[in-house]
């Protein structure tokens, strides 16, 4: 009877024990808004990992640049000081350049397009692409469609693009793109763009909607044309030291918790792109939505880019998107 007694305090202490263990705590990067798509999606992310491992697993979302800008961020995930991170392509292109294969101008046919190709063989390749330089891609988020705004005139060819100041992110590949339109690329952090357009350094700069709108990009460059000519999927990665670490029911937990929160995030990213397009509207914005034709006029224009030698290595996988029914 004693025995019996004892050995279910010890059971009782373990158990105690057990619930009192200290969480283990990770670190999500994102350089967006309160309240912004990506953002909500990293924190439904965490909310399900949380309630998955009861607990035992935290991750702290840390959105609005506090852990530093992209370059910044995604240098110290790789370095382990943070240990997840949500990011586009174009910024991770520098490290891996093959990344710039599915941010190609006018490469998908519309957003169905992009996410079969994405959510298919093609996606699942570029997400464990990285892994040798310290990321593993864990989902596709949402980022819509990329377009041109500015604070100086409405554009409908590539010839009303010419001279304009526009800033991009620091890739070879969007400066290419903007300088096969006539402009002139001019790299700047995302969160300059507002006082960069205000301060005259720069005159425009390309995004999408909810970007453009929660930065109040509209109030200092009110020319928006919906020209779609890149699609920059989006994506959380984690650091491949601290993914080892995780036990093989972790991992699977954490992957499926990121999948779902992409299905909700590129929900509620469609929801918030309609509502920023009103309200642009709203807010007397010139949105330019171009014809069949003027479009035309812009794929032809950056045609050139698909034969420089640096993006000729892409043609293979170039071909293989645009083969995806």
Known sequence: MKKSILLALVLALVLAGASFAAPRVFKLADNHPDGYPTVLGDIRFAELVKERTKGDIVIEVYNNSQLGDEKTAIEQTQMGDIHFIRVGTNPLAPINPIMNALSMPYLYRDRDHAFKVLDGAIGEEFLTS???????????????????????????????????????????LMMDLVSSLGASPTPMAYNEIYTGVQNGIIEGAENNWPSYMSQSHNEVAPFFVVDEHTRAPEMILVNTDVWGKFSADERKLIKQAALEAATYQREEWVRQENDYAKQAEAKGVT????????????????QPIYKQPAYAPYADIIQRVRDVK
């Open 130 to 172: 990285i892994e040798k330089d310290g990321l593993i891609g864990l989902c596709w988020f949402d980022s819509g469609s990329r377009n041109f705004y500015n604070s100086k005139r409405a554009v409908h060819t590539p010839a009303d693009m010419k001279g304009l100041k526009i800033r991009v992110q620091e890739t070879p």
């Open 287 to 302: 949105i330019t939505r171009l014809t069949p034709e003027e479009v035309q006029q812009f794929m032809d224009a950056v």
